[in-house]
């Protein structure tokens, strides 16, 4: 099977846009959430190898359904920790900023680059710049199709801090109805995968559901009998991305959702050490960086007629992304983070026409572990 036959399916699904959320430990010194890095590095893991190699005969449909899991995966992170985030740090002003610093500079930057070099029209430019581009008709390139995963991330964080500004922490509890609604939709439609927003948010928003369950059961851990849930639900959640699995794609977001949070649940467990491996928080790290540059090795030099040249060719340019994210992280990245932090913490935080101010010392965010760059 072509490696990218995932890509064309679904548009680009499994970008895994992975926008860098990390795990942190809270000013109390609680313990790290290292289960969400070892998923998060599973997430990218799972878009390469979907993109990038052929997993099987065609017919296995094991590269859409890799990739439909990646997607799921890093969703429903993105939901639960973004919730988290105002839960803790109930400041609509400081989460734009920080989101905005973490995933605006390196997606414009690659944007900008690519599009310029294939001399794509200024609507192209103008709805990836925007992060409308997922929306019909389209608005890609192949170069910034899998950039679609973006535009429903930052599409989210506009619905989230919209809903916080109208009804404060109230409006956070209307995410799992907005869940249920996009699900009976596509069960209405039939869509078992889609990029639209109205057709695909549920995973998203699954997370954000998850967030609110924990931190509604903040404290308590499962009973002995159900510590075999993980092993349950990731086959479950596999089918539930698989082509075949049919109806079961429709529980794709509940499944993605409940296989997390079953892992917070039990994280100091023997089922979930393979998620605190060392090597898994690098991916995890640099992961961001990965989704965004990794379709330029598909491409040019690295995608030759001949179907041997061109996986013989796939282990240097994986060595190259890896390099690039690495560099792009450790040396650009992290500069725009650390401004989006020093904004936030500045003294004087405007709050619509009011100013608000605080000291240092209550400018940590934190939630059990876990928060956003």
Not at 70 to 91: A, D, H, Q
Not at 209 to 218: G, I, V
Not at 304 to 317: C, D, E, V
Request: some cysteine.
């Amino acid at each position: 099977m072509q490696a990218n036959a995932a890509l064309s399916l679904e548009d680009g699904l499994a970008q895994a846009a992975h926008s860098g959320l990390s795990v942190v430990p809270r000013a109390e010194h609680r313990p790290r959430l290292q289960v969400l890095d070892g998923w998060r590095g599973i997430s990218i893991l799972c878009v390469l190898c979907a993109h990038l190699q052929p997993l099987g005969p065609t017919r296995f449909g094991l590269n859409e359904s890799f990739a439909a899991l990646g997607m799921v995966l890093f969703f429903t992170l993105s939901g639960f920790l973004i919730t988290t985030t105002l839960l803790e740090r109930p400041n609509v002003n400081s989460f734009l900023i920080r989101r905005v610093c973490r995933i605006v500079p390196l997606a414009w930057l690659y944007s900008l680059v690519v599009l310029t070099l294939v001399h794509a029209p200024w609507k192209v430019f103008t709805a990836t710049l925007l992060f409308y581009a997922n929306l019909p008709p389209f608005w890609h390139v192949p170069l910034t199709m899998h950039l679609w995963s973006l535009c429903l991330e930052m599409q989210f964080y506009l619905l989230v801090a919209v809903l916080f500004g109208l009804f404060a922490r109230r409006g956070l509890y209307l995410l799992p109805v907005l869940a249920l609604l996009v699900t009976l939709l596509r069960v209405d439609t039939g869509k078992y995968i889609s990029i639209v927003p109205y057709e695909r948010a549920d995973e998203i928003l699954a997370g954000a559901t998850l967030a609110l369950t924990y931190a509604a059961l903040q404290g308590r851990s499962l009973p002995r009998y159900l510590r075999f849930l993980p092993a349950l639900l990731l086959p479950l959640t596999f089918i539930a991305c698989h082509p075949a699995g049919v109806w079961m794609n429709y529980l794709r977001p509940y499944l993605g959702a409940a296989l997390i949070g079953s892992t917070l649940f039990l994280s100091g467990t023997i089922w979930c050490a393979p998620l605190r491996m060392r090597w898994l928080a690098y991916v995890a790290e640099i992961s961001f960086s990965l989704y965004v540059i990794h379709v330029v090795i598909m491409t040019g030099w690295f995608d030759p007629a001949s179907k041997l040249l061109k996986y013989a060719r796939r282990p240097i340019g994986l060595a190259l992304v890896f390099l690039l994210a690495h560099c792009s992280t450790r040396f650009y990245e992290s500069r725009w983070i650390a401004l989006g932090k020093r904004l936030t913490r500045s003294r004087i935080v405007v709050s619509g026409n009011k100013s608000d101010w605080r000291g240092k010392q209550n400018n940590d965010p934190a939630f059990n572990g876990a928060t956003a760059d």
